[in-house]
């Protein structure tokens, strides 16, 4: 080495090197040829950092090095010492708030070895594909602690993650989605008194399309297996019967990720789990070290399974307005006295105590006559209250909807700006709407509503087992039309055929008709239905039905059903994922009421199961 002013900086050098893939951050620059030139040997290999990087640049062409971008920068300029104001907390303690309302650590030895030396560098990435929801609250409340413990903590923006994922993102929406992102995750940390200025705040495609980056995929390639690519991103890439190759290098990308940002650990939902272990086994196949990996908890939806940016009604958008707030909560499943699956509980205790009550009471707002204000310290509190039914759903719901509000109106100020309101247009325009006309009436094909589906009472008039499967039903069901429609149902096993015959059953009428087993089936027989153990039984219907009685949803928007279901279009897919009978055996959809003019669609035996 031969210039003595990059001698005297190569342990700087080497310390910078391992946040960032070049001098002057994650894209190469005229300063790193400028040093490069200055060592006539490679760097020790205690500098490994340096040494990387060395590799690195020697790899590229001279018509490479003499393309990169110009930069006035000198090389004391980037390794002048910041020193940190000094955190007084002992090891224990920072561990106490690291480990604060995780789910899971994976690698807690090694956390311990360079906290011994050092605080923690960890990052949080999140792909920039739907928008965020209220559960972003979650991580961005461990952002906090980890600051607080005297972390170094990174946020990635993974937007070439969001292209892998099955093309979520088009490309040229990936720029004003991550802009996006940028903007509404800073204004989130800001609504909960997190300094944005103590972060460090990087693009995916700032590294990870460089060449080092590039030929460590390839390396990670030849000793994948397709199993386990495919296995580490089934929580998180959306899974098909033929998957493209990108979805099996999402896994792969965020295991490099953990190399090229100089990190200790990753931060996660516990959904991230699978990616984790995938990165533990093959990271140290690359000669890089092991990192440690923490997860928190998946906060539920209000419908009660995970909260998911792609299911409007199971999450609370960043930008919801009070009265959708509301809507959304009134729709929300939190029957009485039930703790689980409520996803009004869990936002209480997952978004609701450790991020929007800074440290006061969770206090529900009643009037005297239902027994006055009610104050709670602690979740576990709320929820044994909840349990012995003497907090009512609605007022809990009330309360929820009060500390969100509190929450989020920081967020949405923020967004009130012209700028942004563009912004969040722009990256997330809303669906083109395509319209048909049905006689006189025009229909919004788009809409994913529960109007769309032809449900009527029916009455079966004859049932015959068929022919060629010994467990399904042939059945003639009298649906109010000029002649009954030919169905087949597997319900041999659960319903005799003599409790078959002249049953009133609820049927789902405009299904593409399909063969089975040879037999056109028109409709499909709906029933409550239990995996384990295996039970079915076909919905109840109100007394004084009569065949062709129109079945509806409760409070929702009324229209015309289709004709027929596309199903390329899904329709019956994404409304089914919502119907179930609750505890009580009533049939729902999305926690509101499968009703006609007479009454309730119920079900006796099988209650709170899906229905198929």
Not at 340 to 354: E, I, R
Not at 471 to 493: A, C, F, N, Q
Not at 559 to 578: A, H, R, Y
């Amino acid at each position: 080495m031969a210039d003595t002013s990059v001698i005297s900086l190569t342990h700087q050098l080497d310390n910078l090197l391992l946040d960032q893939a070049y001098l002057t951050g994650f894209n190469p620059s005229s300063l790193d040829t400028e040093v490069l030139a200055q060592l006539t040997e490679k760097p020790n290999p205690a500098l490994p950092n340096l040494l990387r990087w060395y590799n690195n640049l020697k790899s590229h062409s001279g018509a490479d090095l003499k393309n990169f971008v110009k930069t006035e920068t000198k090389v004391t300029d980037i390794v002048k010492m910041v020193v940190a104001e000094e955190n007084k907390l002992s090891m224990e303690e920072k561990k106490t708030l690291i480990n604060r309302n995780l789910q899971e650590v994976l690698g807690e030895d090694r956390i311990d070895e360079i906290m011994k030396t050092r605080d923690l560098k960890i990052y949080w990435g999140t792909a920039t594909t739907g928008k965020p929801h209220i559960a972003y609250f979650v991580p961005m409340s461990k952002v906090a602690d980890f600051l607080a413990a005297g972390c170094e903590v990174t946020i990635l923006f993974a937007d070439l993650h969001a292209y892998l994922d099955n093309m979520k993102a088009p490309w040229e929406l990936l720029k004003l989605r991550t802009e996006y992102y940028e903007h509404v995750i800073k204004a989130m940390l800001s609504s909960i008194g997190v300094s944005v200025e103590k972060l460090r705040f990087v693009k995916g495609t700032d590294f990870q399309l460089s060449k080092e980056y590039t030929l460590d995929v390839y390396r990670l390639s030849s000793v994948v297996t397709e199993h386990d690519a495919r296995k580490a991103g089934a929580e998180v890439v959306k899974q098909v019967s033929h998957p493209l190759l990108s979805g099996l290098l999402y896994p792969g990308l965020q295991a490099l990720d953990e190399q090229y940002l100089g990190v200790d650990a990753q931060f996660g939902g516990v959904d991230q789990r699978k990616i984790f272990t995938y990165a533990e086994k093959y990271l140290p196949n690359l000669g890089y070290a092991k990192r440690a990996h923490l997860m928190n908890p998946m906060v539920p939806g209000l419908t009660g399974a995970k909260m998911s940016s792609s299911e409007a009604d199971s999450k609370i958008d960043l930008l919801d307005s009070p009265n959708e707030i509301k809507k959304k909560l009134k729709k929300a499943f939190c029957e009485p006295g039930n703790i689980t699956d409520n996803g009004v509980l869990s936002f209480c205790k997952y978004v609701v105590f450790p991020v929007a009550l800074k440290g006061e009471n969770f206090v529900i707002n009643r009037p005297e006559q239902h027994g006055g204000d009610a104050n709670f310290e602690t979740f576990d509190s709320l929820e044994q209250s909840f349990a012995k039914e003497e907090i009512h759903p609605g007022d809990l719901k009330a309360a929820v909807e009060k500390y969100l509000n509190r929450l989020l109106d920081p967020v949405r100020k923020t967004f009130e700006s012209p700028e942004l309101k563009k912004l969040s247009l722009e990256a997330y325009p809303p669906p083109a709407k395509v319209k048909a006309v049905k006689g006189n009436k025009p229909v919004e094909v788009d809409e994913v509503a529960p109007y769309r589906l032809d449900i009527r009472i029916g009455k079966v008039v004859e049932v015959t087992q068929h022919p060629d499967a010994e467990k399904l039903y042939v059945e003639k069901i009298d649906l109010g039309e000029p002649s009954p429609r030919t169905i087949v149902s597997g319900l041999v096993d659960f319903v005799p055929q003599e409790k078959m015959l002249n049953r009133m059953v609820v049927v789902l009428c405009n299904l593409k008709p399909a063969k089975m087993r040879g037999v056109e089936s028109k409709g499909m027989v709906l029933c409550s239905s239990r995996e384990d153990p295996k039970e079915v039984e076909p919905l109840a219907v109100p007394e004084g039905s009569v065949v062709g009685d129109r079945v509806t949803v409760e409070g929702e928007k009324e229209g015309t059903p289709d004709e027929v279901l596309n199903p390329k279009k899904k329709v019956w897919e994404k409304l089914s994922v919502d119907l179930k009978t609750n505890s009580e055996g009533f049939a729902q959809w999305n926690g509101s009421d499968l009703v006609t003019g007479k009454g309730k669609i119920t079900c006796a035996s099988v209650k709170g199961a899906p229905i198929r």
